[in-house]
C-alpha cells in the first residue's frame, strides 16, 4: 500500500519555516552530502510539497525524509523556532504505515526489545557470532563479551528514585546501572527498579515510525514505576522519549510521568551542588582522568542536560572540549542499519575530531551518555564511557572482577 500523503504533518508546522537556510551547517546529512535534499530545509521543502499537491511522494522523496538522523540539531540553530523532530516523526509514522520505511525485518526486531529474557540471550549469542565474524560490520557493534552481568536489584522499602533499566543499556551496559545505584546509594536514597513493562521505553519505535508501538511501549512504561518518585534515565535517547510522552499521549498523567523523568547526569550535577551531599561526591582518588566530552544529540538538543555532563566531570576530570559544535555521530537508533554508508561518512567526521582532540593519547576516553552513541564509536576503535561510570570511578573502590563495569 502507498500514500501520496503525509497527513501527521501539521500545515502550521511546515508553514513556520521561512527557508533561511541557517539550519544547515548543523545538519549532519548535509554536512556529508552538500545535498539541499538530505538537509532540514531541502526536507521541510518536500513536506509542503507533498502538502501542497506540487510534488508525489515517490522513492526518491522517501528516502531524501528516511536518511534524516533525527538528530534534531536543526532544531536549536534555527530562529524561527520550526518543530522539526514532531513533523519528522509524523513523516516517519506516515510512511512505516504505509511499509515505505522501516522494513519488516527491521520492525521485528524492534518488537522484540519488550522480551528481556530473550536479549538477554542474544548477548552471548552474538558475541559467539562476532568471534566466527558473522556479525554484519553495518550492525557497528563493538567487541562484545560473552557474559550478561548481575542484574540490579532493588532496594527494600519505597524507593526514593526510580532507576530506568531499559532494554539495549540493560543488556550490554548493565555497568553504568551499577554505577548510578551505587551513587544513589552513597548519597542514602533507596532505589527501584521497574518489572518486566520497563523493558522497553519506545524510543526506537518512535525513531522508527512504529507509533502505535511507542504509545503501547509508553503506557507500559508509566505502570511501571508508579508513585512520585523521580524516575532516573542513563541513557539520553530513552531520557529524550521519556520526557516528551506528554507530547506523545497527550494526557495529564503522561505530562506528570514526564515531569518525573531526570537524566543521569542532571541528577547528578543537582545533588553535587546541594553543600550537604557534594562531599559525600568528592573525588577520593588522586589521579585525575582526562576526558573528551562527545555529547549525544538527544543530550544536547532535546533534552539539552549537556551543561550537566560538564558540571560533573569538572571538578574530577580534565576535559577537552570537541570543536565540531555538537555534530552527530551518525549512530541514530537503527540508522547505521538502514543507512550504513551515510552514517559511517558521518561517524569518519566525528571520529576525526575526536581523535584529533586526543592528540595520540590513548588514555584519553570519550565521555558519551547513550548507548547507541557509546557502541558506533567503540565500533570505530575508540575507547567510550559513560559519563556516570567516569564519576563513579573517581569516588568509589574499583569494583572486583567479575562484576559489572
Ligand atoms: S528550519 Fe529554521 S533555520 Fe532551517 S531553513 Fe527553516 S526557518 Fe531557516
Ligand atoms: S534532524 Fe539532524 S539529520 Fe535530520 S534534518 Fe535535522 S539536523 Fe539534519
Redesign the pocket.
Known sequence: MTSSRLASVSPDDIATCVGCGL?LP?????RATGEEA???R??IAIMKGVADGHLRLDAESVTFLD?????????P?CPSGVP??RM?EGAKTDLARTGRVSPRWLRVGLSLLRHHRLLLWSRPLLAVAQRLRLVPRRMGLPRLSWRNDAPLRAVTGEPDVWILTGCVMDVWQRGTHRSVAELAERVGLRHGIPGPEGSCCGALHTHAGMHDESVRLAERTMRSMPGHAPIIVDSAGCGAAMKEYGRLLDTDEARMFSARVVDAVEWLATLMDRDDIAPLLAPTRSETPTVVIQDP?HHR?VQKVHGATRRVLRDRADVIELTDDGL?CGA?GAYSLLHPRLAEEVRDRKVAVIESARAGRSDIVVASANPGCSMFLASAGLPVRHPVDIVRDTILPARTKGVAR
Open positions: 539550519c548543523h545538519c549532519p546529512t548535509f538530505l538537509s532540514p531541502g526536507r536518511t534524516c538522523i533525527q538528530c534534531r540539531a536543526c532544531e540553530a522539526y523532530g519528522i544529540c538538543h552527530c541514530g
